[in-house]
């Protein structure tokens, strides 16, 4: 244990952290800025065993556990969080994952999205009946009927692929604007909501709240 003299350490931790070792630092899982260089390295190599406990998976946790930690490694430092006061770590083993089984999940998942979408199109163009309309607005127009592909056909389908490309702005792997996907916001969102509700699921656990009741007496 090292006695501090007059250190300020500040600490900042993300919302969401994600690790690929069981074995987990301070250092993995905060920014650490200190006063004193010496101190800051040896604040970063403290292990934190509560962080995966071995197991992959998302794990819940509180700056004031890393805070202890810290305090007993060394005394009388003046500690100033300026991130998260709850966070996730993920843990992840890359040992256990290969490319070909990322490469098949990716594969699957575009395939699926694929045909859905092709469904869903179908049946939209089907409930409305396209073919009949555009044949419609195609002899109104022009006075001949219409044989099933005309200008109007071709201008749809061209319409449609452009404003998928232009909704979920990529194409081939670059994105059309600096600005997020529709879609990418919606899977932040999504993943926020998870994080939220973990860290809420966890301040509820009974041995948690003994954990702290014992800390704090």
């Known amino acids: 244990m090292k006695q501090a003299g007059g250190e300020t350490l500040y600490l900042k931790v993300e919302r ?27 604040i970063k190599t403290i292990k934190v065993p509560q962080a995966t406990n071995g197991k992959p998976g998302r ?3 509180s700056v ?13 430092i003046e500690i100033n969080n300026i991130g998260e006061y709850d966070f996730i770590v993920t843990y992840e083993n890359l040992k256990h994952a290969t490319k070909a089984l ?27 009946d396209i073919p009949k309309l555009f044949a419609q607005l195609y002899q109104q ?4 009927e219409s044989d099933g592909f005309t200008v109007l056909e071709l201008s749809y389908s061209l319409g449609l692929g452009t404003g998928i490309l232009l909704f979920f702005n990529h ?10 996907p529709p879609l990418e916001v919606e899977m932040r969102t999504y993943e926020d909501e998870i994080n939220t ?13 003994k954990k702290k009741q014992r800390a704090g007496g």
């Open 64 to 76: 004031m556990e890393l805070i202890d930690l810290i305090q007993k490694e060394v005394q009388g």
């Open 59 to 61: 794990h819940a946790m």
């Open 102 to 128: 990322g490469y098949a999940k990716t594969a699957f998942v575009a395939i699926l999205s694929f045909f859905g979408a092709a469904f869903a199109i179908m049946t939209f163009n089907n409930d409305v």
């Open 16 to 42: 969401n952290v994600q690790v690929h070792d069981a074995k987990v630092t301070i250092g993995d899982l905060a920014q650490i800025l200190c006063t004193d260089k010496a101190t800051e390295n040896r």
């Open 141 to 144: 127009f022009t006075g001949m």
């Open 171 to 180: 194409f081939c792997g670059r994105k059309i604007t600096a600005d997020p």
């Open 197 to 209: 509700t973990l860290i809420e699921r966890s301040s509820r656990d009974p041995k948690k709240q």
